[in-house]
Structure formats: structure tokens, C-alpha cells
């Protein structure tokens, strides 16, 4: 599935099953949650915090594919709402970062 096949799903979706978008304000404190979602089990899986109980440890990473994936889908609604052609976006900011960070990062020691 590419980029844009994921715009036009996301979009079909929200306006079939979905009814309709939430206005761009709701869906950036909606995507501002879901990050928080990913950062909690970030710091659980990946960190030092540790899981309340044993059991939730056990979903962890299905959870973490899961939330990563509301992340994306939020985005990808913000995406269509403003009118953001996300595979031009990256592509650009990937052009960007290559022209600005090749050097700099084969420069930093802390990398090697």
C-alpha cells in the first residue's frame, strides 16, 4: 500500500464508517494522545519504567504496533483535512534532510 493509497483508504473510511472528519483542532489533541500512547509503552518496553503488572507485559508489542498505527491514521486524517500530499512531503523533507545531514552525521562521533 503506498503513501497515497492510504490517504484515499483513511479518507474513504471517514466518510463512509466515520461519518465525517473532526475539525483539525480535535484531530491534533487526538494525535498529541495517540503519541502519548506510543511514548507510555515506549518507556515500558524500551525504558526503565516498568509494566503495573505482568500481564499487560504480555500485549505490549501487538499494543505498540497498534497505537503506532492510530498515530499514523490520525495523521494521515490531518494530512487529508489540510490538504498535504504526504508522499510529495516526504519525499521532499527526505531531499531536505539528505542535503543538510549527510556530512553532519558521518561527522558526529557519538554515531560511530
Not at 495517540?34 to 505490549?60: H, N, W
Not at 487529508?80 to 531531499?95: D, I, M, P, S
Request: glycine content about 4%.
Amino acid at each position: 500500500m503506498t503513501i497515497e493509497n492510504v490517504q484515499h483508504t483513511v479518507d474513504q473510511w471517514i466518510n463512509t464508517i466515520g461519518i465525517r472528519y473532526y475539525n483539525e483542532l480535535t484531530n491534533t489533541a487526538i494525535l498529541m494522545e495517540e503519541v502519548g500512547e506510543v511514548a507510555r509503552l515506549m518507556a515500558r518496553l524500551y525504558g526503565e519504567q516498568s509494566f503495573k503488572t505482568p500481564e499487560l507485559a504480555a500485549t505490549a508489542k501487538e499494543d505498540l504496533a497498534d497505537e503506532m498505527a492510530d498515530v499514523l491514521f490520525v495523521l494521515v486524517c490531518l494530512a487529508n483535512q489540510t490538504g498535504v500530499n504526504l508522499t510529495e512531503a516526504l519525499q521532499k523533507n527526505l531531499e531536505k534532510k539528505t542535503q543538510r545531514d549527510a556530512a553532519r552525521h558521518a561527522a558526529n562521533e557519538k554515531l560511530k
